[in-house]
């Protein structure tokens, strides 16, 4: 418990003047006066009053400090408890969070590594099936060209394909410019011969038919598949399968990010003749 005493000097709010070093000048810290604490204290708050008169700069009582301020006209002393101790009473931590310095990303991507698309990017439900003169496929949606390329076939009624559907393109740009593609059996051309296409025009529009699609290499005149060329082995329709420019065909989707059909990675038979992608 606190004690404290204030004492108001009765009609002038001086102090009396003391020169320094004469004996009886007050300290910063000397006290005042105690009062006497009352009767009915707890033994355990009671302290006994301070001895009359100048007691130093430093006072006691049952070994406690008091602390005594001086004002002119007043003089307050009180008896300090020790400051609580615990985290209320510390600074709290200050931390600075510095951030890592990022790199500024450009205005524009860099332009891809790969001259060509994937041609069945927005097909649903596609399923890779057998490799065989080209790739089997099953789903429904947009197909586009590998690459630019000018159309050189369009058709939806041959009779050579099951479905009907005949679309040949040749590519015009990147490392295969000059190789005929087809794509055949359930799809419907959506351009006509001699139109010019890029990446992102849609050439036609697969269904889920009864036979899926196929897609490959062409032979230059745009007649069938590459495979039955001589020069590829003159592989038809009747196998054996996979050929090696249907393997070849495979290699290249794959790479383009379309999913792995069962034979790939195969042996094939025929020849894949010189200037097309390794199968």
């Known amino acids: 418990m606190t004690a404290l005493a204030v004492s108001a000097a009765a009609g002038s709010a001086a102090a009396t003047q003391w020169a320094a070093g004469t004996p009886g000048h007050p300290a910063a810290t000397r006290v005042a006066a105690v009062s006497a604490p009352p009767a009915n204290l707890p033994a355990a708050d009671r302290r006994p009053p301070a001895a009359a008169g100048p007691v130093g700069d430093t006072a006691a009582l049952a070994g406690e400090p008091l602390i005594a301020i001086d004002h002119p006209g007043i003089s307050l002393t009180t008896l300090p408890y020790p400051r609580p101790k615990g985290r209320h009473h510390r600074r709290p931590a200050v931390t600075v969070a510095v951030a890592a310095p990022t790199s500024t990303p450009s205005q524009a991507p860099p332009p891809s590594s790969a001259p060509y698309s994937n041609p069945l990017r927005a097909v649903t439900g ?41 679309i ?18 359930d799809v419907q051309p959506t351009v006509s011969v001699g139109e010019a296409v890029t990446p992102s025009t849609v050439i036609a ?23 039955q060329m001589p020069e590829a082995g003159g592989i038809g329709g009747n196998g054996p399968f ?29 020849i894949l003749p010189p200037g097309y992608p390794a199968a």
């Open 126 to 166: 596609l399923i890779p099936e057998r490799v065989d003169m080209g790739v089997d496929f099953s789903g429904s949606g947009p197909v586009y060209p590998l690459g630019d390329a000018v159309i050189t076939s369009a058709t939806g009624n041959s009779s050579g394909w099951p479905g009907g559907g005949w």
């Open 168 to 185: 040949t393109y040749r590519l015009t740009d990147g490392p295969d410019a000059g190789l005929m593609v087809y794509v055949a059996e």
């Open 205 to 227: 529009n697969m269904y889920n038919g009864s036979v899926g699609i196929e897609t490959g290499w062409a032979m230059p005149d745009a007649a069938s598949a590459d495979s």
């Open 242 to 270: 996979p050929t090696m420019v249907g393997l070849s065909f495979e290699n290249l989707l794959r790479s383009l990010g379309v999913p792995a059909s069962p034979g790939a990675g195969g042996s094939g038979y025929g």
